[in-house]
Protein backbone atom coordinates (compact mmCIF):
# COMPACT_ATOMS: atom_id res chain seq x y z
CA UNK A 1 0.00 0.00 0.00
CA UNK A 2 2.91 2.32 0.74
CA UNK A 3 4.46 1.28 -2.83
CA UNK A 4 2.53 4.28 -5.02
CA UNK A 5 3.35 7.01 -2.53
CA UNK A 6 7.05 6.32 -2.56
CA UNK A 7 6.72 5.69 -6.12
CA UNK A 8 5.12 8.87 -6.86
CA UNK A 9 7.90 10.70 -4.15
CA UNK A 10 10.45 9.21 -6.08
CA UNK A 11 9.17 10.68 -9.16
CA UNK A 12 8.31 14.78 -7.76
CA UNK A 13 12.45 14.18 -6.23
CA UNK A 14 13.32 13.03 -9.63
CA UNK A 15 11.64 16.42 -11.79
CA UNK A 16 12.83 18.35 -8.68
CA UNK A 17 16.71 17.55 -9.30
CA UNK A 18 15.65 17.63 -13.29
CA UNK A 19 14.38 21.36 -12.66
CA UNK A 20 17.88 22.20 -10.05
CA UNK A 21 20.11 21.02 -12.90
CA UNK A 22 18.16 22.53 -16.34
CA UNK A 23 18.44 25.77 -13.97
CA UNK A 24 22.08 25.53 -13.10
CA UNK A 25 22.57 24.63 -16.36
CA UNK A 26 20.77 27.78 -17.70
CA UNK A 27 22.76 29.96 -15.57
CA UNK A 28 26.10 28.15 -16.19
CA UNK A 29 25.49 28.64 -19.84
CA UNK A 30 25.07 32.74 -18.96
CA UNK A 31 28.19 33.02 -17.41
CA UNK A 32 30.01 31.48 -20.43
CA UNK A 33 29.97 35.13 -22.04
CA UNK A 34 31.29 35.57 -25.62
CA UNK A 35 32.42 39.36 -24.04
CA UNK A 36 32.02 42.53 -25.85
CA UNK A 37 30.68 42.76 -29.37
CA UNK A 38 32.87 43.40 -32.27
CA UNK A 39 32.30 45.23 -35.19
CA UNK A 40 33.57 44.20 -38.81
CA UNK A 41 35.13 46.11 -41.07
CA UNK A 42 33.33 47.83 -43.57
CA UNK A 43 33.18 46.98 -47.07
CA UNK A 44 34.15 49.28 -49.73
CA UNK A 45 31.26 50.61 -52.17
CA UNK A 46 31.15 50.97 -55.26
CA UNK A 47 29.91 55.09 -55.06
CA UNK A 48 33.15 55.06 -53.07
CA UNK A 49 35.56 54.02 -55.35
CA UNK A 50 33.89 56.26 -58.27
CA UNK A 51 31.37 53.56 -60.31
CA UNK A 52 28.78 54.82 -62.15
CA UNK A 53 26.03 52.96 -61.04
CA UNK A 54 23.89 53.23 -64.41
CA UNK A 55 26.61 51.82 -66.75
CA UNK A 56 27.33 48.55 -67.81
CA UNK A 57 31.20 47.47 -68.59
CA UNK A 58 30.62 43.99 -69.83
CA UNK A 59 33.13 42.58 -71.82
CA UNK A 60 31.90 39.69 -74.99
CA UNK A 61 31.82 36.30 -73.92
CA UNK A 62 34.68 34.40 -75.67
CA UNK A 63 36.49 37.90 -76.01
CA UNK A 64 39.50 36.27 -78.23
CA UNK A 65 36.82 35.58 -80.69
CA UNK A 66 36.23 39.06 -81.50
CA UNK A 67 40.06 39.77 -82.58
CA UNK A 68 39.13 37.82 -85.71
CA UNK A 69 42.34 35.70 -85.60
CA UNK A 70 41.31 31.82 -85.48
CA UNK A 71 44.46 30.78 -85.04
CA UNK A 72 44.61 32.72 -81.39
CA UNK A 73 40.66 31.03 -80.88
CA UNK A 74 42.09 27.15 -81.43
CA UNK A 75 45.46 28.21 -78.78
CA UNK A 76 43.39 29.38 -76.48
CA UNK A 77 40.51 26.64 -76.70
CA UNK A 78 43.18 24.19 -76.19
CA UNK A 79 45.23 26.09 -73.23
CA UNK A 80 41.36 26.34 -71.19
CA UNK A 81 41.53 22.16 -71.80
CA UNK A 82 44.64 21.21 -71.19
CA UNK A 83 46.64 23.74 -68.79
CA UNK A 84 47.78 22.30 -65.61
CA UNK A 85 47.60 24.94 -63.73
CA UNK A 86 43.84 25.49 -64.54
CA UNK A 87 43.63 21.60 -63.97
CA UNK A 88 44.91 22.48 -60.62
CA UNK A 89 42.12 25.28 -59.95
CA UNK A 90 39.16 23.06 -60.67
CA UNK A 91 40.73 19.88 -58.53
CA UNK A 92 40.68 22.48 -55.56
CA UNK A 93 37.02 23.32 -56.62
CA UNK A 94 36.05 20.10 -56.43
CA UNK A 95 37.70 19.58 -53.14
CA UNK A 96 35.66 22.12 -51.67
CA UNK A 97 32.45 20.95 -52.94
CA UNK A 98 32.98 18.04 -51.51
CA UNK A 99 34.14 19.67 -48.06
CA UNK A 100 30.45 21.38 -47.79
CA UNK A 101 29.03 17.66 -49.10
CA UNK A 102 29.95 16.35 -45.96
CA UNK A 103 29.13 19.11 -43.95
CA UNK A 104 25.64 19.20 -45.09
CA UNK A 105 25.57 15.81 -44.13
CA UNK A 106 27.20 15.73 -41.28
CA UNK A 107 24.23 17.71 -40.03
CA UNK A 108 21.05 15.49 -40.62
CA UNK A 109 20.28 11.93 -38.26
CA UNK A 110 23.41 9.29 -38.44
CA UNK A 111 22.14 6.01 -37.94
CA UNK A 112 24.52 2.85 -37.91
CA UNK A 113 24.37 -0.88 -37.39
CA UNK A 114 26.92 -2.69 -35.91
CA UNK A 115 27.60 -6.61 -36.09
CA UNK A 116 30.10 -8.12 -33.43
CA UNK A 117 31.06 -11.34 -32.60
CA UNK A 118 33.55 -12.09 -29.76
CA UNK A 119 35.47 -15.12 -28.02
CA UNK A 120 37.11 -14.01 -24.87
CA UNK A 121 38.43 -15.89 -21.36
CA UNK A 122 37.06 -14.43 -18.26
CA UNK A 123 39.12 -13.61 -15.38
CA UNK A 124 38.68 -15.84 -12.39
CA UNK A 125 39.29 -13.00 -10.16
CA UNK A 126 37.30 -10.08 -11.50
CA UNK A 127 33.90 -8.20 -11.28
CA UNK A 128 32.14 -11.21 -13.30
CA UNK A 129 30.75 -13.90 -11.57
CA UNK A 130 30.83 -17.76 -11.56
CA UNK A 131 30.03 -19.49 -13.59
CA UNK A 132 31.45 -17.27 -16.27
CA UNK A 133 34.04 -16.35 -14.53
CA UNK A 134 37.32 -18.27 -14.88
CA UNK A 135 35.63 -19.59 -18.32
CA UNK A 136 36.06 -18.83 -22.27
CA UNK A 137 32.47 -17.90 -23.80
CA UNK A 138 31.31 -16.59 -27.27
CA UNK A 139 29.03 -13.30 -26.81
CA UNK A 140 27.78 -11.33 -29.87
CA UNK A 141 25.80 -8.25 -30.45
CA UNK A 142 23.53 -6.83 -33.42
CA UNK A 143 22.90 -3.39 -32.80
CA UNK A 144 21.53 -0.43 -34.23
CA UNK A 145 21.81 3.09 -33.28
CA UNK A 146 20.70 6.48 -33.96
CA UNK A 147 21.86 9.62 -33.29
CA UNK A 148 20.84 13.17 -34.01
CA UNK A 149 22.29 16.77 -32.57
CA UNK A 150 19.57 19.31 -33.13
CA UNK A 151 20.62 22.70 -34.37
CA UNK A 152 18.46 24.68 -31.69
CA UNK A 153 21.40 28.00 -31.47
CA UNK A 154 22.26 27.82 -35.76
CA UNK A 155 26.11 26.46 -35.26
CA UNK A 156 25.35 23.76 -37.60
CA UNK A 157 23.68 25.92 -40.47
CA UNK A 158 26.53 28.73 -39.96
CA UNK A 159 29.11 25.92 -40.08
CA UNK A 160 27.48 24.55 -43.94
CA UNK A 161 26.94 28.20 -44.88
CA UNK A 162 30.73 28.58 -43.90
CA UNK A 163 31.67 25.35 -45.95
CA UNK A 164 29.36 26.58 -48.83
CA UNK A 165 31.15 29.81 -48.73
CA UNK A 166 34.47 28.31 -49.49
CA UNK A 167 33.30 26.30 -52.02
CA UNK A 168 31.62 29.20 -54.01
CA UNK A 169 34.63 31.00 -53.31
CA UNK A 170 36.35 28.26 -55.00
CA UNK A 171 33.97 28.30 -58.03
CA UNK A 172 35.15 31.63 -58.86
CA UNK A 173 38.51 30.89 -58.62
CA UNK A 174 38.32 28.41 -61.22
CA UNK A 175 36.63 30.94 -63.25
CA UNK A 176 39.34 33.69 -62.56
CA UNK A 177 41.88 31.63 -63.26
CA UNK A 178 40.19 30.77 -66.93
CA UNK A 179 39.99 34.31 -67.30
CA UNK A 180 43.66 35.10 -65.95
CA UNK A 181 45.17 31.84 -68.85
CA UNK A 182 43.04 33.46 -71.45
CA UNK A 183 44.22 36.46 -71.35
CA UNK A 184 47.72 35.29 -70.98
CA UNK A 185 47.80 33.21 -73.95
CA UNK A 186 46.17 36.36 -76.01
CA UNK A 187 49.32 38.85 -74.41
CA UNK A 188 51.69 36.02 -75.42
CA UNK A 189 50.35 35.71 -79.03
CA UNK A 190 50.36 39.32 -79.64
CA UNK A 191 54.09 39.80 -77.84
CA UNK A 192 55.01 36.67 -80.48
CA UNK A 193 53.36 38.78 -83.45
CA UNK A 194 55.40 42.20 -82.18
CA UNK A 195 58.58 40.17 -82.74
CA UNK A 196 57.77 38.81 -86.46
CA UNK A 197 56.68 42.11 -87.18
CA UNK A 198 59.94 43.79 -85.62
CA UNK A 199 61.89 41.20 -87.67
CA UNK A 200 60.63 41.91 -90.83
CA UNK A 201 61.47 45.14 -90.01
CA UNK A 202 65.15 44.19 -89.03
CA UNK A 203 65.24 42.16 -92.44
CA UNK A 204 64.58 45.35 -94.49
CA UNK A 205 66.95 47.61 -92.71
CA UNK A 206 69.60 44.26 -93.03
CA UNK A 207 68.91 45.01 -96.90
CA UNK A 208 69.70 48.24 -96.46
CA UNK A 209 72.44 48.50 -95.09
CA UNK A 210 73.79 45.58 -97.55
CA UNK A 211 72.83 48.34 -100.49
CA UNK A 212 74.36 51.07 -98.25
CA UNK A 213 78.01 49.01 -98.34
CA UNK A 214 77.62 48.18 -101.87
CA UNK A 215 77.29 52.01 -102.87
CA UNK A 216 79.76 53.22 -99.99
CA UNK A 217 82.86 50.33 -101.71
CA UNK A 218 81.63 51.60 -105.62
CA UNK A 219 82.05 55.25 -104.34
CA UNK A 220 85.22 54.52 -102.35
CA UNK A 221 86.38 52.63 -105.42
CA UNK A 222 85.74 56.07 -107.68
CA UNK A 223 87.69 58.02 -104.98
CA UNK A 224 84.33 59.51 -103.54
CA UNK A 225 84.12 58.03 -99.83
CA UNK A 226 87.21 57.42 -97.83
CA UNK A 227 87.80 54.32 -95.67
CA UNK A 228 86.35 55.75 -92.89
CA UNK A 229 83.00 55.37 -94.69
CA UNK A 230 83.74 51.94 -95.68
CA UNK A 231 84.70 50.70 -92.71
CA UNK A 232 81.71 52.31 -91.32
CA UNK A 233 79.13 51.42 -93.68
CA UNK A 234 80.66 47.31 -93.31
CA UNK A 235 80.51 47.49 -89.43
CA UNK A 236 76.48 48.23 -90.03
CA UNK A 237 75.97 44.41 -91.50
CA UNK A 238 76.62 42.48 -88.90
CA UNK A 239 75.05 44.78 -86.05
CA UNK A 240 71.72 44.46 -88.36
CA UNK A 241 72.50 40.65 -88.28
CA UNK A 242 72.85 40.76 -84.76
CA UNK A 243 69.29 41.96 -84.26
CA UNK A 244 67.78 39.77 -86.32
CA UNK A 245 69.68 36.57 -84.37
CA UNK A 246 69.12 38.34 -81.11
CA UNK A 247 64.83 38.49 -82.59
CA UNK A 248 64.60 35.13 -83.65
CA UNK A 249 66.28 34.06 -80.46
CA UNK A 250 63.13 35.66 -78.82
CA UNK A 251 60.18 34.76 -81.42
CA UNK A 252 61.82 30.73 -80.56
CA UNK A 253 61.09 31.64 -76.75
CA UNK A 254 57.66 32.47 -77.29
CA UNK A 255 56.29 30.06 -79.05
CA UNK A 256 57.44 27.59 -76.60
CA UNK A 257 55.82 30.01 -73.98
CA UNK A 258 52.53 29.55 -75.77
CA UNK A 259 53.23 25.84 -76.34
CA UNK A 260 53.13 25.32 -72.49
CA UNK A 261 50.34 27.70 -71.90
CA UNK A 262 48.41 25.45 -74.34
CA UNK A 263 49.84 22.05 -72.55
CA UNK A 264 51.69 21.06 -75.28
CA UNK A 265 55.26 19.96 -75.43
CA UNK A 266 57.54 23.12 -75.69
CA UNK A 267 58.68 22.39 -79.26
CA UNK A 268 54.83 21.72 -80.89
CA UNK A 269 54.72 25.29 -82.57
CA UNK A 270 57.77 25.75 -84.61
CA UNK A 271 56.36 27.51 -87.45
CA UNK A 272 53.62 29.43 -85.81
CA UNK A 273 53.94 32.88 -87.05
CA UNK A 274 50.98 35.57 -86.13
CA UNK A 275 50.67 38.70 -87.95
CA UNK A 276 49.72 41.59 -85.88
CA UNK A 277 47.41 43.47 -89.79
CA UNK A 278 45.11 39.72 -88.58
CA UNK A 279 44.37 41.04 -85.53
CA UNK A 280 41.61 43.68 -85.27
CA UNK A 281 41.53 45.83 -82.35
CA UNK A 282 37.49 45.78 -80.10
CA UNK A 283 35.93 48.61 -79.00
CA UNK A 284 36.53 49.75 -75.23
CA UNK A 285 34.09 51.59 -72.84
CA UNK A 286 34.34 54.97 -71.74
CA UNK A 287 33.72 54.46 -68.23
CA UNK A 288 33.30 52.07 -65.72
CA UNK A 289 29.62 50.67 -64.02
CA UNK A 290 29.31 49.00 -60.68
CA UNK A 291 28.28 46.13 -62.40
CA UNK A 292 32.19 45.59 -62.69
CA UNK A 293 32.54 44.33 -59.25
CA UNK A 294 29.96 41.35 -59.76
CA UNK A 295 31.75 40.35 -62.95
CA UNK A 296 35.26 39.67 -61.82
CA UNK A 297 35.64 36.48 -60.36
CA UNK A 298 38.34 37.20 -58.44
CA UNK A 299 35.78 39.76 -56.72
CA UNK A 300 33.03 37.48 -55.83
CA UNK A 301 35.77 34.99 -54.76
CA UNK A 302 37.11 37.67 -51.87
CA UNK A 303 32.91 38.43 -51.22
CA UNK A 304 32.31 34.67 -50.44
CA UNK A 305 35.59 34.45 -48.61
CA UNK A 306 33.92 37.15 -46.54
CA UNK A 307 30.35 35.38 -46.02
CA UNK A 308 32.43 32.36 -45.12
CA UNK A 309 34.29 34.25 -42.23
CA UNK A 310 31.00 35.96 -41.18
CA UNK A 311 29.29 32.61 -40.82
CA UNK A 312 32.63 31.51 -39.07
CA UNK A 313 31.75 33.93 -36.15
CA UNK A 314 28.75 32.96 -35.99
CA UNK A 315 29.62 29.43 -35.67
CA UNK A 316 31.52 30.70 -32.59
CA UNK A 317 29.42 32.44 -31.05
CA UNK A 318 26.75 29.36 -30.95
CA UNK A 319 29.78 27.38 -28.86
CA UNK A 320 28.69 29.25 -25.81
CA UNK A 321 25.23 27.36 -25.94
CA UNK A 322 24.34 23.90 -25.14
CA UNK A 323 25.60 21.05 -27.30
CA UNK A 324 22.27 18.47 -27.04
CA UNK A 325 22.63 15.64 -29.00
CA UNK A 326 19.96 12.55 -28.76
CA UNK A 327 20.72 9.27 -29.00
CA UNK A 328 19.08 6.12 -29.26
CA UNK A 329 19.75 1.84 -30.01
CA UNK A 330 17.85 -1.14 -30.43
CA UNK A 331 19.59 -4.70 -30.65
CA UNK A 332 20.21 -8.05 -29.61
CA UNK A 333 23.46 -9.30 -27.20
CA UNK A 334 23.92 -12.45 -25.77
CA UNK A 335 26.59 -14.46 -23.89
CA UNK A 336 26.65 -17.52 -26.34
CA UNK A 337 26.54 -16.84 -30.21
CA UNK A 338 23.12 -19.37 -29.65
CA UNK A 339 21.22 -17.71 -27.59
CA UNK A 340 21.53 -13.85 -29.51
CA UNK A 341 18.49 -13.94 -31.48
CA UNK A 342 15.96 -15.28 -28.95
CA UNK A 343 13.84 -12.68 -27.58
CA UNK A 344 15.23 -12.17 -24.05
CA UNK A 345 18.51 -11.29 -25.87
CA UNK A 346 16.99 -7.63 -26.94
CA UNK A 347 18.41 -4.48 -25.53
CA UNK A 348 17.73 -0.64 -26.38
CA UNK A 349 17.72 2.53 -24.70
CA UNK A 350 18.02 6.30 -25.20
CA UNK A 351 21.14 8.47 -24.57
CA UNK A 352 20.42 11.93 -24.39
CA UNK A 353 23.21 14.31 -23.51
CA UNK A 354 23.92 17.93 -22.65
CA UNK A 355 27.53 19.58 -23.23
CA UNK A 356 27.80 23.01 -21.27
CA UNK A 357 30.75 25.30 -22.00
CA UNK A 358 31.46 25.70 -17.99
CA UNK A 359 34.96 26.49 -17.87
CA UNK A 360 36.05 27.08 -21.15
CA UNK A 361 34.74 30.49 -21.43
CA UNK A 362 38.01 31.71 -21.77
CA UNK A 363 39.05 29.43 -24.60
CA UNK A 364 35.71 29.83 -26.13
CA UNK A 365 36.36 33.72 -26.20
CA UNK A 366 39.73 33.07 -27.58
CA UNK A 367 38.28 30.87 -30.55
CA UNK A 368 35.71 33.46 -31.11
CA UNK A 369 38.66 36.54 -31.30
CA UNK A 370 40.20 34.39 -33.64
CA UNK A 371 37.55 34.53 -36.33
CA UNK A 372 36.55 37.96 -36.06
CA UNK A 373 40.39 38.31 -36.72
CA UNK A 374 39.57 36.07 -39.81
CA UNK A 375 36.61 38.04 -40.55
CA UNK A 376 38.19 41.27 -40.59
CA UNK A 377 41.51 40.07 -42.54
CA UNK A 378 38.81 38.69 -45.21
CA UNK A 379 36.88 42.47 -45.46
CA UNK A 380 40.37 44.08 -45.93
CA UNK A 381 41.28 41.33 -48.07
CA UNK A 382 37.78 42.22 -50.18
CA UNK A 383 38.49 45.40 -50.43
CA UNK A 384 41.72 45.38 -51.80
CA UNK A 385 41.09 43.07 -54.33
CA UNK A 386 38.05 45.80 -55.45
CA UNK A 387 40.21 48.41 -55.25
CA UNK A 388 43.02 45.90 -57.62
CA UNK A 389 39.97 45.73 -59.60
CA UNK A 390 38.96 49.14 -60.39
CA UNK A 391 42.55 50.49 -61.02
CA UNK A 392 43.30 47.55 -63.52
CA UNK A 393 40.39 48.46 -65.93
CA UNK A 394 40.66 52.06 -64.85
CA UNK A 395 44.16 51.83 -65.86
CA UNK A 396 43.62 50.45 -69.16
CA UNK A 397 40.95 52.33 -70.26
CA UNK A 398 43.29 55.13 -69.91
CA UNK A 399 46.33 53.82 -71.59
CA UNK A 400 43.59 52.89 -74.33
CA UNK A 401 42.55 56.62 -74.64
CA UNK A 402 46.30 57.60 -74.62
CA UNK A 403 47.54 55.20 -77.00
CA UNK A 404 44.33 56.30 -79.83
CA UNK A 405 45.67 59.72 -79.32
CA UNK A 406 49.54 58.29 -80.04
CA UNK A 407 48.37 56.74 -82.94
CA UNK A 408 47.15 60.13 -84.28
CA UNK A 409 50.58 61.42 -84.09
CA UNK A 410 52.09 58.09 -85.26
CA UNK A 411 50.34 58.03 -88.67
CA UNK A 412 51.84 62.02 -89.50
CA UNK A 413 55.19 60.98 -88.65
CA UNK A 414 54.77 57.52 -90.94
CA UNK A 415 52.98 59.92 -93.25
CA UNK A 416 56.11 62.55 -92.71
CA UNK A 417 59.09 59.98 -93.26
CA UNK A 418 57.28 58.29 -96.16
CA UNK A 419 57.12 61.12 -97.91
CA UNK A 420 60.89 62.49 -97.55
CA UNK A 421 61.36 59.00 -98.54
CA UNK A 422 59.61 59.33 -101.99
CA UNK A 423 61.35 62.98 -102.76
CA UNK A 424 64.81 61.47 -102.27
CA UNK A 425 63.77 58.63 -104.63
CA UNK A 426 62.60 61.34 -107.29
CA UNK A 427 65.71 63.58 -106.68
CA UNK A 428 67.75 60.51 -106.91
CA UNK A 429 66.13 59.52 -110.05
CA UNK A 430 66.61 62.60 -111.67
CA UNK A 431 70.23 62.95 -110.85
CA UNK A 432 69.63 65.67 -108.62
CA UNK A 433 70.82 63.21 -105.48
CA UNK A 434 73.08 60.21 -104.19
CA UNK A 435 71.43 57.63 -103.23
CA UNK A 436 73.19 57.71 -99.39
CA UNK A 437 70.46 60.28 -98.98
CA UNK A 438 67.73 57.52 -100.27
CA UNK A 439 69.03 54.86 -97.68
CA UNK A 440 68.87 57.98 -95.17
CA UNK A 441 65.59 58.65 -95.20
CA UNK A 442 64.21 55.03 -95.88
CA UNK A 443 66.08 54.56 -92.24
CA UNK A 444 63.74 57.21 -90.87
CA UNK A 445 61.09 55.17 -92.07
CA UNK A 446 62.08 52.14 -91.13
CA UNK A 447 62.33 53.72 -87.61
CA UNK A 448 58.89 54.66 -87.62
CA UNK A 449 57.44 51.12 -88.96
CA UNK A 450 59.79 50.25 -85.68
CA UNK A 451 57.49 52.10 -83.59
CA UNK A 452 54.24 51.44 -85.38
CA UNK A 453 54.97 48.09 -84.78
CA UNK A 454 55.53 48.84 -81.04
CA UNK A 455 52.25 51.02 -80.79
CA UNK A 456 50.23 48.43 -82.51
CA UNK A 457 51.00 45.65 -80.36
CA UNK A 458 50.70 47.92 -77.49
CA UNK A 459 47.15 48.86 -78.38
CA UNK A 460 46.06 45.42 -78.62
CA UNK A 461 48.00 44.09 -75.20
CA UNK A 462 46.28 47.01 -73.72
CA UNK A 463 42.84 45.95 -74.82
CA UNK A 464 43.53 42.14 -73.75
CA UNK A 465 44.31 43.90 -70.60
CA UNK A 466 41.05 45.57 -70.24
CA UNK A 467 38.91 42.13 -71.32
CA UNK A 468 40.83 40.51 -68.48
CA UNK A 469 39.93 43.64 -66.37
CA UNK A 470 36.08 43.30 -66.93
CA UNK A 471 35.98 39.38 -66.19
CA UNK A 472 36.65 38.30 -69.54
CA UNK A 473 32.90 38.10 -70.03
CA UNK A 474 32.17 36.12 -67.05
CA UNK A 475 28.82 35.78 -65.28
CA UNK A 476 28.16 35.06 -61.95
CA UNK A 477 27.58 31.34 -61.38
CA UNK A 478 28.74 30.79 -58.15
CA UNK A 479 24.96 31.15 -55.90
CA UNK A 480 24.33 27.32 -57.53
CA UNK A 481 27.81 25.31 -57.02
CA UNK A 482 29.10 22.96 -60.22
CA UNK A 483 31.39 20.87 -60.76
CA UNK A 484 32.53 18.68 -63.48
CA UNK A 485 31.17 15.43 -62.10
CA UNK A 486 27.61 16.60 -62.12
Not at 87 to 103: K, T
Not at 315 to 339: H, Q, T
Not at 394 to 422: H, N
Not at 440 to 450: N, P
Request: charged share 20%; glycine share 8%; aromatic share 4%.
Amino acid sequence: MNSLPSTRSALLAHFAVSALALAAAIFLVGCASPGPSHTPLAQTTPAALGLNAGTETVAPAQWWTTLGDAQLNTLIDQALQGNPSLAVSRARLEQAVALSQVREAANGPQATLGVDATRQRYTANGLVPAPVAGNTYNSGTVQASLSWTPDFFGQHAAELQAALGQARAAQADAAAAANTLAAQVGRSYVALARLVAQRDVAVRALEQREEQRKLTQERTAAGLDSQVELTQAQGAVPDARTQIEALEEQITLGRRQLAVLTGQAPDALPALTPRLTTLQPTAVPDTLGADLLGRRPDVVAARWRVEAATQGVNSAKSEFYPNINIGAFVGLNALGLDKVFNGSSRQMGVTPALRLPIFDGGRLRAQLGGRQAELDAAIAQYNGAVLDAVKEAGDAVASIQSLTRQQALQDDAVASAEKAYRFAQDRYRAGLGNYLVVLSTESQVLAQRRLAVDLRARQLDTRLVLMKALGGGWTDDTAVLRTAAK
